[in-house]
């Protein structure tokens, strides 16, 4: 099963197994990979398989993510890989899988040229993903992602900042929240912010949130630097280029 | 989560066979709805190929976490939506290959909207023209975006909504399962809230229903099924030209969870009151 270790000087401190499921990797205790070291952000990186091949991902971390001697914001993973954060190294480890798990009922079939096809747009789109994902890591050719981040500025909350990478995020006292209020006055969900091809929109749920002071009327898109106010807990909407 | 759902699909008054499908897993809060076409290439076979294809590979997921996946999964969505798309995926391919190994089954196609709800988080999932309605605080909403060849002139501003409604090209589809050998679904999220109705249906309900005609049927009548009921019958009324499948679901919160909400709430009072009275007495 393909695995990450996290070792230290050499010796192997943790293994952790590679699903279809990113894996996290931070100071913070909550993710996958904890690395109790300063020099460490709390939420660093994250590895994820993309397009039959494993992605590491920096999340604008202060000392940056290295893939063996590079600095990368993003980057295929190959077996072997030393991820290297601050003095710690996680050792990608896929050498005894046919394939990536969730590759098991993927075909991987190569752009056929010597036939005549029409292409529209997508299939355009598509081939050029695939000889991307076919060609050689290039650290340089990295795409910038821009993944915003809300930080709290006061009110009960389990976390200081979160990161927006899903698709919905729910804020409340619920479960299945993402940015978990505390209290018991806190509703269980209380609002929710829906990422949409065009950015990221502000919604109600058990309560109408505010933006600048204004209480939303629908959904309404973010911008950088919008003051959240859901309940007694105010945040701060940060999406820097 | 409380659900209360209803479901109705009707020949209609011109067709001669019913090709859509739909398949209602209550347990797993899992609701499909297909749409066949192929006409005598069997557009039945395709849709209930996909509403099964995709029902059984829910089914096995939710009790196999390391069940095939197919297709590649997207990182900011969740389990659930990623799983949806892999059955999508699944059962494009299986109705590709049976379009291609049997020559009575040749051209058949289907549409496919899968919606999965996990407490209050729905997942969606989508490929063709069957759409998939939000009704919150008295507004419809569209959820999906159609993959048809007129839905895509509109949205580039090619044609206008009249020359769309009056367009002869309404049945040509730009995605459908079992057109070719791979298919993009379209993923998407919502949180549902108490009091939304959502409503799953195929075009034989929205090419002869208008949305605000949608709208005020599902605000007055209240249990899912007469609902459903009355929707297809107004498709009929007003012609009935193609095959009607809708599938209505109403959400409440259960009694249950308000009782624990309150017991809670007492509870924490009551540790307050005593307290208090202990800080009191000292």
Not at chain 2, 74 to 83: G, H
Request: one cysteine or more; proline letters at 4%.
């Amino acid at each position: 099963m393909a695995r990450l270790v996290l070792k230290f000087q050499e010796s192997p401190l943790k293994e952790v197994p590679i699903g279809s499921r990113p894996l996290s990797i931070g100071r913070a205790p909550d993710n996958d990979i904890a690395i109790d070291n300063l020099a460490v952000s709390n939420y660093h990186a994250r590895v994820y398989p993309e397009a039959g091949r494993l992605v590491v991902e920096d999340l604008n971390s202060l000392n940056g993510t290295f893939v063996n001697e590079l600095r990368i914001e993003r980057a295929a993973l190959r077996d072997g890989d030393a991820i290297v954060i601050g003095k710690h190294h996680i050792v990608v480890d896929t050498a005894h899988d046919a394939a990536l798990p969730l590759d098991a009922g993927r075909k991987v079939s190569a752009p056929k040229v010597d036939e005549t096809m029409v292409l529209d747009t997508k299939e355009r789109r598509q081939m050029l993903e695939q000889a991307l994902a076919a060609g050689e890591r290039s650290p340089l050719a990295h795409t910038r992602v821009r993944v915003p981040l809300l930080s709290v500025l006061s009110g009960k909350t389990d976390r200081k900042e979160y990161l927006l990478s899903n698709k919905l995020t729910v804020i409340g006292k619920s479960q299945m929240a993402t940015v978990r209020l505390r209290g018991w006055l806190a509703p269980q969900v209380a609002a929710q912010i829906n990422k949409r091809k065009d950015g990221y929109y502000l919604g109600r749920a058990d309560r109408v949130p505010k933006i600048n002071g204004q209480p939303i009327d629908g959904p309404t898109r973010l911008n950088d630097g919008d003051l959240i106010e859901v309940g007694r807990v105010r945040m701060t909407f940060l999406c820097h280029d | 989560m409380r659900l209360d759902i209803g479901a109705r699909t009707d020949i209609g008054r011109v067709r001669n066979n019913n090709e859509d499908s739909y398949r209602l897993l209550p347990d797993l809060n899992l609701f499909i709805l297909s749409d066949g076409m192929g006409g005598e290439a069997h557009g039945e076979v395709a849709s209930a190929l996909a509403v099964e294809s995709v029902a059984a590979h829910c089914l096995e997921a939710a009790n196999n976490f390391s069940a095939p996946f197919f297709g590649e999964p997207k990182a900011d969505l969740s389990e659930k939506t990623n799983r949806l798309a892999s059955a999508v995926h699944l059962a494009n391919r299986k109705i590709h290959e049976a379009a291609g190994s049997n020559a009575a089954h040749r051209g058949m196609g289907a549409t496919v909207l899968a919606a999965w709800l996990d407490g209050q988080k729905l997942s969606l999932a989508h490929v063709g023209d069957s759409r998939a309605y939000l009704l919150r605080a008295g507004a419809l909403e569209q959820l999906t975006v159609d993959h048809s060849l007129v839905a895509e002139q509109l949205r580039q501003g090619l044609i206008t909504p009249q020359e769309a409604e009056s367009s002869k090209m309404q049945s040509v589809l730009t995605r459908a399962l079992g057109a070719q050998e791979e298919v993009e679904a379209d993923t998407d999220e919502h949180l549902l809230l108490e009091g939304d109705t959502l409503l799953l249906c195929s075009d034989g309900l929205t090419r002869m229903v208008t949305d605000p005609e949608i709208a005020s049927t599902l605000l007055t009548h209240l249990a899912a099924q007469a609902a459903a009921d009355r929707l297809v019958a107004l498709a009929n009324e007003y012609g009935g030209e193609d095959n009607t499948t809708v599938v209505v679901l109403r959400i409440g919160i259960r009694p249950d969870v308000w009782f624990n909400r309150l017991r809670r709430w007492s509870r924490n009072l009551g540790g307050q009151l005593e307290e208090e009275s202990l800080r009191g007495g000292h």
